[in-house]
């Protein structure tokens, strides 16, 4: 990858451009608007929200103000948004996918994620399974329908994709990934299968972003340890989104390019011991 606008391909032919604008824990309103258009402005092309970060309206409102000030159409820019578990189901989904595109403001989005492959309430007699495979298939007649373009997971395990029955295979798995949290078993199996792997939170949430190994090999290559983050998931295969709030940091968890993380302090970074893990668990033990 070279720039920002470079992409990765879905096995449909489709692309997602390789860097995209996280909005997880982005407070809903101004701060959520003004940060989605700088990060339009700051050459971002790829946009991440969810139902459950409760901000798709402040989010929508800033990729129309960031898309006009940068004199961009709709089609140059990459929306994700995701189903979460309250909304599992056929019809709920149904109703929640007009839903998400009425508060974003569009007529489609780019990618539509199941956003948790198992609730704490869905655990009881594999109810997830049920669920999930409901809500696959309204967003595959979603897709039929025009609204959503490509359709995908969202920390879905290896064993939760298998139990999921598809007419159209998902494009991509969304994942915890940062320097301290590879899962590097699902990402095997997702690279496997021709499924995309995206890495949300690529920064451990800003908890890795101290850590005293990283900032001396961050300092070797005359970059932060946000941008050795973002630059070691481009070179793990996968697709970081960086959030932050503030303008200078969106640009500079951008500038990724003109540096390369050597095969060996890429391997020293893939043994560090676990650092910065969320505590979310897919298997529906959560701590929310
Ligand atoms: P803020 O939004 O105040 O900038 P992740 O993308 O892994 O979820 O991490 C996001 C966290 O990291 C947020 O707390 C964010 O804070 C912080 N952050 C993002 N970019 C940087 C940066 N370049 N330097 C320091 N902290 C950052």
New binding site residues.
């Given amino acids: 990858m070279k720039s920002l606008t470079d992409v990765y391909t879905f096995y449909n032919g489709s692309t997602i451009p390789c860097v995209g604008y ?1 909005t ?1 824990r982005t407070p809903d309103g101004d701060v959520a608007r003004e940060s989605v258009k700088q990060a339009i402005l700051a050459g971002y092309r790829h946009i991440d929200t969810a139902a459950v970060y409760r901000n798709e309206v402040s989010v929508g409102q800033g990729i129309a103000e960031g898309l006009a000030a940068a004199g961009l159409k709709r089609e140059d820019l990459f929306v994700t948004t995701k189903i979460w578990c309250d909304k599992k189901g056929y019809e709920s989904t149904k109703v929640e996918i007009q839903a998400c595109l009425d508060r974003l403001g569009l007529t489609y989005v780019d990618l539509l994620l199941i956003h948790w492959p198992i609730a704490t309430a869905e655990k009881a007699e594999d109810a997830w399974i049920k669920n999930n495979n409901e809500t696959w298939r309204a967003m595959e007649e979603a897709v039929d329908e025009g609204k959503v373009r490509n359709i995908g997971l969202s920390n879905f395990l290896p064993r939760h994709i298998e139990a999921l029955d598809c007419r159209i295979k998902p494009v991509s798995d969304q994942l915890e990934i ?1 320097p301290g949290y590879l899962q590097e078993e699902a990402v095997s199996y997702c690279k496997e299968h021709g499924i995309v792997v995206q890495a949300w ?6 908890v890795v ?1 101290g850590d005293p190994f990283l900032n001396e090999l961050a300092a070797k290559y005359g970059k ?1 340890v ?1 941008q050795l983050c973002v630059r070691f998931c481009l070179q793990y295969g996968v697709n970081p989104l ?5 303008a200078d ?1 969106i640009l ?2 951008t500038e990724v390019f003109d540096f390369e993380i050597s095969e060996e302090d890429f391997e020293a970074i893939r043994k560090m011991p676990q650092l910065g893990f969320s505590g979310n668990d897919p298997d529906g033990n959560l701590p929310f």
């Fill in positions: 996280g997880w940062h939170s690529p920064l451990g949430s800003g972003l932060s946000a960086p959030k932050s709030v503030h940091r500079a968890n």
